[in-house]
């Protein structure tokens, strides 16, 4: 028979920190909350960060030591800057305490058991491009790089395998969710997951899932060294858990199974990460799997003012699984209420958004305290070429510039060379797409090219051309697809140009080339709408190559050369805050996405992620959308206002009646607008 018996520290004198006179009464009652299982459900702008400092305070104050703390969180900026705030507070007190994030107590924990799991001591952790180096050379000695059927790149069987790892699902299941063109080839795609975790093996090295992987199968596998973390972390806290996987939910759980001292922070309304393995089940189900553990709300917002928190709450009431909060305000209230902006079209809405940033510009209020938010990154097309055009500088957050992705720039590239055989750039960028052709390759391609064409459009003289054995199908295929963007010598449109080359070609390139297919063939669809706009591919081009020499932030006089307004996607505005947000292209199918429309989950987890960008605006929110847009190939097409719009009171919200100049036309200069829009 065995007792359990804890050596604690002598409780330290106190430190001089009035907890009740620092924190809010709700931040206080969970700050002091007795040991045992909580969650604490910290809303938006509501000091989520302060409360969890906060709390590591108190519980060394107590006389928990430093080295029993165990604070997780999701970057290492917010795991430095909340072990920062608590030596402030209790200088010295910290030190020795395990702050870090999930894959670095990982590591830390398997340097000192590599041996538990058939590593050897100093093994190397891969970061992403040996990652896809060593799948790419695995692929290659299973003999599948010859194979007939289009066989994923190592950067995608990379997302595949991570996806699975972190959600404990097998690779039949992730390839039938999310990649369901590669289902038939499920079973090599096993066997290459399984040939690359013993070659892990055998080069004593792991990627960055293993981090968290091999920690949980040391722990299921070893007991006895479990059990001693187990004793060690009498105190366990996890920031955001709203995020977390299964993977790191049942490490958490593992770890906190002796003591049971585990508090979890997060906000269930701000969950936005499915896509990526975030598990909503893990904060959605807490008390359920945790029993007899007490759930504290953080309810009161120092970030924004009333009318933005009434049109927030409104926004999140739709959803039916969450733990029901209310933001209340600290600020008073604003001037004016958040504005409904509806344009005719999706250029209007850029030029709404341009030109009133400029016009709060003028009214003292600096561009990097301005941002601009979208479901996805195409959707910020219009406002790129607006703000270029006007000579508004601005950051992308979101990703490259439109116009410089490389996806853009390769469909481009066959535009280019129909319009100019004798581009050797754009030549080399399109053959480097086929299989087996490198920069040597592509040099003596393009020698042999220049002889055959002399300069001319006749492209099925390309068919004449030596080609590596590997590339001699996609080297066919090429040339018929270029003859077909000249028929009979007279170039097609520049969006007719843009469908072919996706049809023939780039659509089956991308499958296999990138993770994120679904989102850069929306891209190129809006690449296509806007080439439409254009008779002649060489406006087209000229247009491009215009748009992406200007510097901006040279150009724009009326803000000082470090201002830049931020243009962002909502996932990665999130923890971001603003006093002027503008959220564009709220309408159905836009945002929320098609895709969510017709799932209950998907289009809750959307309403999440309006909910977020609502919630970055502290001052100005402007929620904006167009009535008709061009779709690509189909003409005009008219937009229902998205379903968020339509949840919130009229009441709260201020509708502008924005009408353009006469003068002002589809695709034409910028469009002013009149100084009253309401």
């Avoid at 910020?380 to 490259?400: A, D, H």
Wanted: charged share 25%; aromatic share 10%.
């Amino acid at each position: 028979m065995s007792r359990s018996y804890t050596l604690h520290s002598p409780a330290r004198p106190d430190s001089g920190i009035d907890f009740e006179k620092e924190l809010n009464p709700e931040q206080f009652a969970a700050v002091t909350s007795s040991p045992g299982r909580s969650l604490v459900i910290a809303g938006a702008g509501s000091g989520k960060t302060r409360t969890l400092t906060y709390r590591v305070a108190w519980l060394l104050e107590q006389g928990i030591p430093a080295g029993s703390i165990l604070l997780l969180t999701f970057t290492n900026k917010a795991a430095r800057e909340m072990v920062e705030r608590v030596h402030n507070l209790l200088p010295g007190a910290a030190d020795g305490l395990w702050g870090g994030t999930f894959h670095s107590i990982g590591n830390r924990i398997l340097r000192r058991h590599a041996a538990d799991i058939g590593f050897r001591e100093g093994f190397s952790i891969m970061d992403r491009d040996d990652s896809e180096e060593m799948i790419a050379a695995v692929v290659a000695k299973q003999g599948l790089v010859d194979t007939t059927r289009k066989f994923p790149k190592a950067g995608v069987l990379s997302d595949i395998f991570s996806l699975a790892i972190n959600t404990a699902a097998p690779v039949g299941k992730i390839l039938g969710e999310k990649y369901r063109y590669f289902i038939p080839l499920a079973p090599e795609i096993e066997k290459i997951q399984a040939a690359y975790e013993a070659r892990k093996r055998e080069a004593n090295s792991m990627d960055f899932d293993d981090l968290l992987s091999k920690t949980l199968e040391l722990f299921l596998t070893h007991p006895e060294v479990a059990a001693l973390y187990q004793r060690r972390f009498q105190q366990i806290l996890v920031d955001e858990y709203q995020d977390t996987n299964r993977l790191q939910s049942e490490l958490i759980d593992l770890l906190a199974a002796h003591h049971g001292n585990l508090m979890v922070v997060g906000d269930d309304a701000q969950s936005i990460y499915s896509w990526r393995g975030a598990n909503f089940e893990n904060i959605l189900q807490f008390p359920k799997n945790h029993p007899g553990s007490r759930v504290f709300k953080i309810e009161t917002n120092y970030r924004s003012v009333p009318q933005v928190l009434e049109v927030a709450n409104a926004a999140i009431g739709g959803n039916e699984r969450q733990f029901p909060k209310t933001l209340a305000p600290i600020r008073k209230p604003h001037a004016v209420k958040p504005a409904l902006v509806a344009l005719p079209t999706n250029s209007q809405q850029a030029a709404f958004v341009a030109q009133r940033v400029m016009e709060l510009l003028d009214e003292g209020i600096p561009l990097e305290q301005m941002a601009v938010l979208y479901r996805a990154h195409y959707h910020s097309m219009e406002v790129q070429l607006e703000f270029t055009k006007r000579g508004i500088p601005f950051s992308i957050t979101s990703g490259l510039r439109f116009f410089e992705q490389a996806h853009i720039k390769d469909v481009a590239a066959f535009l280019k060379f129909t319009v100019n055989p004798r581009d050797e750039m754009s030549f080399k960028r399109i053959v480097r797409l086929l299989p087996g052709i490198g920069n040597k390759t592509a040099e003596t391609l393009w020698e042999r090219t220049q002889t055959l064409l002399a300069g001319s459009t006749d492209f099925a003289r390309l068919a004449e051309a030596k080609v590596p054995s590997k590339a001699a199908k996609e080297w066919s295929q090429l040339v018929l697809t270029l003859a077909d963007l000249v028929p009979q010598g007279a170039p097609l449109g520049p969006a007719a140009m843009i469908e072919c080359v996706l049809f023939a070609i780039y659509d089956d390139y991308m499958k296999g080339k990138f993770p994120n297919y679904d989102a850069r063939r929306e891209d190129l669809q809006t690449l296509q709408t806007f080439a439409g706009q254009f008779e002649s591919a060489s406006d087209f081009l000229s247009q491009l190559a215009l748009l992406g020499g200007l510097e901006t932030a040279d150009a724009f006089a009326g803000a000082a050369e470090t201002e830049k307004i931020t243009l962002s996607t909502l996932h990665q505005a999130k923890g971001l805050e603003w006093r002027v947000v503008f959220l564009i292209w709220l309408a159905d199918g836009m945002f929320p996405s098609s895709r969510s429309l017709e799932d209950p989950a998907g289009l809750e987890e959307e309403r999440r992620l309006f909910y977020v960008g609502v919630t970055r605006c502290m001052d100005e929110l402007y929620l904006s959308y167009p009535e008709m847009r061009l779709g690509a190939g189909y003409g005009e097409i008219f937009q229902t206002p998205s379903r968020f719009l339509r949840e919130i009171p009229e009441e709260l919200l201020e509708v502008w009646d924005v009408s353009p100049t006469p003068s002002a036309k589809w695709g034409g200069d910028p469009l002013p607008m009149d100084d009253e829009p309401f």
